[in-house]
């Protein structure tokens, strides 16, 4: 019992922290090899990093993310780093992970031979962002065309970007926001629709969305006690967070695909996940709540929780939204399950040596909610 109310407990303050960290051009042509801006076809070798809570990630489990975006990459390398987030997790502090992650993503660019595309995954996206930091001051930094840097699920790019320049506000993370550069770099940003972990509300007086956000990421299901998760199927939250790592870019709405071109060339392009449903109401159906009631709240609250992201404002084009079309509860049925659980577990923590051997940990969702949200639909598959 105390090791469940120390991890809940823990799993509170990681809340808060994300919480607390709120209150398109059109490219030219670019003739860098080592791009990410469509599905691999060149001869690369992809470095990567998995999240927090695994010190080593499965290459297969990269290359089929994003439906397969690094499928054909010459050679796929795992990074390793601590992966832990003290007291949740091991005895290292995020920011002391975050540093020895940085010396190894650094050591393997400047070992690694040709072409690389570097990889960071939920927790270790910090890590890809403390890099590019590193080389922005470097002279002797690889040249942009053998180097681009893939992020999916960035927290200083979404929950923590208003702390940039700033450390975060509880002392036990002991870790700065930095301010993200100006690269010479391809930048290839991948988020979900509502992960609040990725792409939090502009607008966080939006209680509302901040809600919603907040049940994308698969925290709420550590903080709520397992009795009532699974007595009201909360566990059906799922999380946008892992969901958006094994979308397929390529079915990608237009208008969710944003680029822009900084001073030094350095090209990001940025996919945002379409979420066909609102997350905070994916438990009503196994609450027995019937299609047509989920939406209509859906095609009531939806507006208002959209209004909380200054994407979907008129001048900015009005939103990104097609049509809309019957709400879908439930987590993507394109997720491969396995994979989202091992790759994305990184952005979590799993509760207890009976469901899942040690607690995981990340910036602030859980991998255990994947695991949770998997019981009912994907238990044979486990």
């Known amino acids: 019992m105390a090791e469940k109310l120390a991890r809940r407990s823990a799993a509170l303050l990681a809340g808060v922290a994300i919480t607390a960290s709120v209150t398109t051009c059109v ?37 089929r993310a994003l439906g397969g975006y690094f499928a054909d990459a010459d050679d796929v390398i795992g990074l390793p780093w601590p992966g832990q987030m003290a ?31 570097v990889v960071g995954a ?26 681009s840097f893939v992020v999916m699920g960035d927290a200083n790019r979404g929950a923590f970007k208003t702390f940039q320049g700033m450390p975060l506000p509880l002392p036990i993370f002991n870790y700065s926001v930095p301010q993200l550069p100006e690269t010479p770099y391809n930048v290839l940003v991948v988020k979900g629709e509502y992960d609040g972990i990725g792409d ?44 958006a790592m094994f979308a397929d870019l390529s079915k990608v709405p237009p208008q969710n ?11 990001t392009t940025t996919y945002l996940i379409p979420t066909p449903d609102l997350p905070l109401l994916r438990p009503l159906k196994g609450m027995g709540v019937p299609q047509p ?25 009005g939103g990104t939204r097609g049509p809309a079309g019957p709400a879908t509860t439930g987590r993507s049925a394109s997720v491969p399950a396995s994979a989202a659980k091992k790759a994305t577990a990184g952005t979590a923590v799993k509760k207890s040596a009976a469901r899942a051997a040690t607690a995981k940990a990340s910036t602030g969702a859980t991998a255990k909610a994947g695991d949770r949200h998997q019981s009912r639909s994907a238990r044979s598959a486990r």
């Not at 003739?31 to 809570?53: E, F, N």
Request: a negative charge.
């Open 257 to 267: 695909v944003t680029t822009s071109i900084n001073s030094k060339g350095g090209v």
């Open 200 to 243: 939090w509300p502009d607008r966080s007086w939006n209680l509302l969305a901040d809600l919603n956000a907040l049940a994308g990421t698969g925290l709420l299901q550590q903080i709520i006690p397992e009795e009532i998760v699974d007595q009201y199927s909360l566990e059906d939250w799922g999380s946008v967070h892992y969901e």
């Open 27 to 63: 490219i030219g042509s670019d003739h860098r090899s080592a791009t990410v801006t469509s599905p691999l076809t060149l001869s690369a070798t992809v470095l990567a990093m998995g999240g927090l809570g695994y010190e080593d990630v499965d290459p297969n489990l990269i290359r």
């Open 87 to 117: 007291p949740w997790n091991g005895t290292l502090t995020l920011g002391e992970s975050v540093a020895v992650g940085l010396e190894n993503m650094d050591a393997a660019i400047r070992n690694t031979p040709g072409q690389k595309i």
């Open 122 to 147: 939920s927790g270790t996206t910090l890590v890809v962002d403390e890099e590019m930091v590193r080389l922005a001051n470097d002279p002797h930094a690889p040249p942009p065309n053998e180097l």
């Open 293 to 317: 009631v989920i939406d209509t709240l859906t095609a009531v609250l939806r507006p208002i929780i959209d209004s909380a992201y200054t994407r979907n404002d008129a001048g900015n084009g």
